[in-house]
């Protein structure tokens, strides 16, 4: 079993040193994906809320990338992380209320036209 992790972590070793990039262009990469996320999440939440989730997928490469360059401190990347999913939660707190008020009015207009069918 050792033996199968020590070659599991050398294959990912080698894939780690063939992603180009130095160190101070891997966490540029990281930073310009948080800038983006937090720039493109409102922009999708108003047009297209399903494009938000490949949204996150991409930042959660990114994240992942600098993982395995170990270009940053543990708790900075976990601070980032959670950032960036709170301010997720937050708009996911607002498609979910929107999505309630449409069914609702939705609701709403079968009642009053069932009242109307009764009334005729």
């Known amino acids: 079993m050792e033996e199968r992790l020590a070659e599991f972590g050398q294959i990912i070793d ?3 040193s063939r992603v180009p990039g130095t160190f101070s ?3 540029a990469v990281f930073v310009l994906a948080i800038l983006l996320y937090f720039l493109l999440r409102p922009i999708f939440f108003l ?3 399903a494009a938000s989730r490949l949204l996150k997928m991409l930042w959660y490469v990114a994240l992942g990338f ?3 360059q170990e270009a940053g401190s543990i708790y900075f990347i976990l601070g980032f992380a959670a950032a960036v999913e709170a301010y997720d939660q937050f708009f996911l707190f607002f498609e979910e209320r929107k999505r309630r008020a449409s069914i609702s009015k939705a609701e709403t207009k079968t009642r009053s036209s069932r009242k109307r069918k ?3």
């Open 25 to 27: 262009e891997n966490i």
């Open 118 to 120: 009764g009334n005729s």
């Open 14 to 16: 080698q894939i780690i």
């Open 47 to 49: 047009w297209k809320p």
């Open 66 to 68: 600098v993982l395995l």
